[in-house]
């Protein structure tokens, strides 16, 4: 490979929150954590290179999204994602769950309803509860390992007038699941037909596996005229500790709305390393990293499910069809969820994210970030496989 996936990024002293929150057992067995979605290596060389050079440059001045940003985020979208984005359709933000945020509050008024579907990414429901809006629970529906829209409950959840906004997961974070059209019209139709506005979160669509493709939600038939689609760096080139994102607004009404809402939220330049890491990620080089990035997840995923196919056969590994985080069902190994917490920290040094993070659809689940060095996994599932028949031998 011309890329290197196998040397463990250095996270300490840096002010790293993922080393910062990690359990204690886990730093002092010298083992690293699973939780949370960020890449245990280096982001790509091209980025690490213009940050130098920005760096070395010596201003870091007001930034703001001139032609060369913007057309760099039209190049990617059409060479990875087959789609001519229209320039005055971008608005840059701070961030996917700012995004969420201005949205919120540009869209909907205090006490109404903002439609998520658990288990699901738990900062949508912090952002909600924040502003001072009502969760409401469009539940994914869970059959031998696979999930599924509740398209009945969605339409029921929808056709309340005070629930406003759905907020889509696409692919889905915890359980990789990557909606296809089909899928995606149904909730556009019903969106349509109940003037729900959709906010589709779609910054893990670049990291799919097995032929699957993230269709842009902005392109399905009759969605165009009601969304908001946020992108972003972080997840695709590990720059989550960005504070960017850029949305696209196809719908001029919603995007100058949102843009004042946006403005009204004390927006004003980009940071001018976000301006160089868009600027050199979305690029031919960016996109052959991201392609070995994927080829070197294919080789994780495929090692851990082997793995639990032969050891653990009780834990159902939930296939992703994207996202590098890896969605676990535990509830067939006889723990409670406290027994099951302490055996992966205390027994087997393993640290996922627990799935009630997610809602209490999550209860017995883990999550596990597979973009970590071949070598540590390897280490850390041994680590499991032991400490699993020293229990079962006790």
């Avoid at 504070?243 to 927006?267: E, L, T």
């Avoid at 071949?374 to 006790?394: P, Q």
Wanted: hydrophobic share 40%; net charge negative.
């Amino acid at each position: 490979m011309k890329f290197d996936f196998d040397t463990l990024v250095n996270r300490e002293s840096i002010g790293n929150m993922k080393y910062i929150v990690s359990a204690d057992q886990i730093k002092d067995k010298g083992v690293i954590s699973y939780a949370g979605a960020e890449m245990d290596f280096k982001t790509a060389p091209v980025i690490i290179s213009t940050l130098k050079n920005r760096c070395e440059n010596g201003l870091f001045g007001f930034t703001l999204a001139d032609d060369k940003y913007i057309d760099s985020i039209i190049w990617w979208m059409k060479h990875m994602r087959q789609w001519s984005v229209k320039k005055d359709h971008i608005v840059p933000t701070y961030g996917t769950i700012h995004s969420v945020a201005t949205a919120i509050r540009g869209f909907t008024e205090a006490g109404q309803g903002v439609i998520v579907q658990p288990p699901v990414y738990g900062r949508y429901q912090q952002a909600v509860n924040r502003l001072n809006r009502s969760i409401v629970y469009n539940p994914l529906i869970y059959n031998e390992g696979r999930y599924i829209i509740d398209f009945e409950n969605l339409e029921e959840v929808m056709s309340r007038p005070e629930n406003k906004l759905l907020i889509l997961c696409n692919p889905h974070n915890p359980v990789g699941k990557v909606w296809n059209v089909r899928e995606l019209e149904k909730i556009a139709a019903l969106a349509k037909k109940y003037d729900v506005l959709v906010f589709a979160d779609e910054i893990f669509a670049e990291v799919v596996f097995n032929g699957h493709y993230t269709p842009p939600y902005c392109l399905i038939e009759g969605a165009e005229e009601n969304c908001i689609v946020a992108t972003a760096l972080g997840k695709t080139f590990n720059l989550t500790g960005f504070n960017n994102a850029n949305v696209m607004i196809p719908n001029s009404r919603i995007r100058d709305k949102f843009i004042q809402q946006r403005n009204a939220d004390h927006f004003g330049s980009i940071d001018p390393m976000v301006h160089a890491a868009i600027s050199s990620a979305y690029s031919q080089e960016g996109i052959n990293w991201v392609k070995e990035m994927l080829q070197y997840l294919q080789k994780n995923l495929e090692y851990i499910s082997n793995f639990f196919e032969q050891h653990l056969p009780k834990v159902k590994v939930i296939e992703p069809e994207g996202t590098f985080t890896l969605w676990m069902d535990w509830n067939d190994m006889g723990f409670t969820r406290k027994e099951l917490d302490e055996f992966l920290i205390n027994e087997a040094f393993l640290e996922l994210d627990a799935g009630e993070n997610y809602g209490l659809e999550g209860t017995g689940f883990t999550r596990m970030n597979i973009a970590s060095p071949f070598d540590e996994i390897v280490h850390s599932l041994e680590l499991l496989k032991n400490a699993h028949i020293k229990r079962m031998d006790s």
